[in-house]
């Protein structure tokens, strides 16, 4: 799939994709697509809204992903999202969580094919941007690719386009969402079948990537690749990537200078009366494999807490190495 442009996008991860560290990445890369976190429609509808959808537009590609199963619901708030300038909205149908379950929505809507259909269907007839759906390849520990692609053929007749599968199964019983990240296999075979399946439908894999590597051979065999885990915990992998995937001609930026780029945004956050560790509890991992990798990481959860103080963070940056 090298030949087309590919798509990389941060998954979206509850408590940590949240506005401030999209924005962060946005530093480190201009052409990663971003997820928020999972936000559930009836918060949108009686909640607060602002506090919910607001994002700075520099975040851009922002995707909402949406938690629900109400297809007049989930319209209402697909159709407010776009409003605060949403380019994509992702239903969310791999969650496997107890409070997701008893809301009826996440992974176990893969029992439901034909409401999520509708689901979808609802969403899109409010709104002109695409909708899409991430999923799980299947149920606690049946393992059927036929259970998998019938699912996205059903959503798929809907008129959604665009599928992120994370290729393991959800187990609904007996796993907390953490086990669920890491004991079901994952099945990298179920997502290349999908795209050969269903060649026109766009297939991105999720699960388990942690390097360049890893991307470059299934982005031969997907349309492209959703990372989680490790774009949280080492967020400058992400830094070439858009000269090498998106063949953009730019200087490869230091992580001291995504750090130094990131103080107006930090001194704005503290003018709004907020606390500098909403921001750098997102850049912990920026000097992920370094030499002075523990200095960040103990001075991000220790002094800056305590002293709220931009100058402290600036001096830090004086003894950073690029
Ligand atoms: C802290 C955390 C929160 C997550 N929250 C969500 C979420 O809100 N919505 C969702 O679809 N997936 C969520 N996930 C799952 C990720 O989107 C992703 O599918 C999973 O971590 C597998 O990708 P990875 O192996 O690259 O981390 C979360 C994962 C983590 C680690």
Known sequence: ???????????????????????????????????????????????????????????????????????????????????????????????????????????????????????????????????????????????????????????????????????????????????????????????YQLKKDFPDLNIMLNGGIKTTTDMINHLELVDGVMLGREAYYNPYLFANFDNQFFADNNPLRTRKEIALDMISYLENHLAQGHRLHHVTRHMIGLYHGCKKAKLWRQQLTTNIIKSNNIKDYIDLLGIMDE
């Open 1 to 191: 799939m090298l030949n087309n442009m590919p798509q990389i996008a941060i998954a979206p991860m509850l408590d940590w994709t949240d506005r401030h560290y999209r924005y962060f990445m946005r530093k480190i890369s201009k052409k990663t697509i971003l997820y928020t976190e999972m936000v559930v429609a009836d918060a949108i509808i009686h909640g607060d809204r602002d506090k919910l959808l607001e994002f700075n537009p520099e975040e851009q590609h922002v995707v909402l992903q949406l938690g629900g199963s109400n297809p007049e619901k989930l319209a209402t708030s697909t159709k407010i999202a776009v409003e605060y300038g949403y380019q994509e909205i992702n239903l969310n149908c791999g969650c496997p969580s107890d409070r997701v379950q008893s809301g009826k929505f996440g992974a176990c809507l893969m029992k439901e094919p034909e409401l999520v259909a509708d689901c979808i269907k609802a969403m899109q007839e409010v709104v002109s941007i695409p909708v899409t759906v991430k999923q799980r390849i299947g149920l606690d520990y049946d393992y059927d690719y036929d259970y998998c692609a019938k699912f996205v053929e059903t959503i798929a007749n809907a008129g959604c386009k665009s599928f992120i599968i994370h290729a393991r199964n959800a187990v609904l019983k007996g796993l907390s969402p953490k086990d669920n990240r890491e004991i079901p296999p994952l099945r990298y075979d179920y997502v």
